[in-house]
């Protein structure tokens, strides 16, 4: 019995101090991994974390999801942030992560899903809201556009980029006297704003 016991603390020890040290390898692969992003050298920083790739690592798949990204390997990219979403399903930042190869390969219908999927998880969000709101906007989906851009206004109702947006959503579905309001209101926040005085001008 007392050898049992030794036995299963020594293993316990042994066990404890090896995954110290894979703990230790992971962090000083992510430390080299920044210093490489930092110098540009996205591909060193690739394969310093896949010295210590776990499948089943978050962050790891995450990170790598992101360099790869910068390397312009998106396919690659966006199965990493595949496997992150996979691991833990209600990361907004995976799913952000996930659009940028997305897009970039022009998978729109990948882009929209992970949007709609944050404001599912997230309503208030406002990155997915604006950028729902900008995909919509240039499909010219202008009452589908300004309901995001709306959801962003109410939360913060005196900054730029949504509240210029929410002002042309509104002359271009008709609202006229809420797109005077609302380009005079981005006349406050930005003085001598072009896009506000156009608005402006093409009302009166």
């Not at 110290?20 to 974390?49: I, M, P, R």
């Not at 790891?60 to 199965?79: D, K, M, V």
């Not at 022009?106 to 309503?123: F, H, M, Q, S, T």
């Not at 989906?141 to 109410?154: A, G």
Request: with cysteine.
């Amino acid at each position: 019995m007392k050898f049992t016991f030794l036995f299963l603390a020594t293993t316990l020890i042994i066990s404890s101090n090896a995954y110290s040290q894979d703990y230790e390898k992971v962090q000083l692969a992510f430390k080299t991994s920044y210093t490489n992003e930092t110098n540009g050298d996205y591909s060193k920083g690739v394969e310093e974390l896949k010295k210590v790739y776990n499948e089943d690592s978050y962050e790891i798949n995450l990170r790598l999801g992101w360099l790869t990204y910068l390397s312009g390997l998106f396919t690659e990219s966006q199965a990493y942030y595949n496997k992150a979403i996979t691991l833990m399903p209600y990361s907004i930042e995976a799913r952000l992560g996930i659009v940028l190869p997305a897009s970039s390969m022009g998978n729109w219908n990948i882009v929209i899903k992970a949007y709609d999927k944050i404001l599912e998880l997230d309503p208030s969000n406002s990155t997915a809201n604006y950028r729902l709101g900008m995909i919509y906007y240039g499909k010219k989906d202008y009452e589908k556009s300004l309901k995001y851009f709306e959801k962003n206004v109410n939360h913060y109702p005196f900054t730029y980029d949504s509240l210029i947006m929410y002002a042309w959503c509104n002359y271009f579905v008709g609202k006229l006297r809420e797109a005077k309001v609302l380009f005079n209101k981005v006349i406050m926040l930005s003085p001598d704003n072009a896009s506000a005085i156009e608005g402006l001008a093409l009302i009166k």
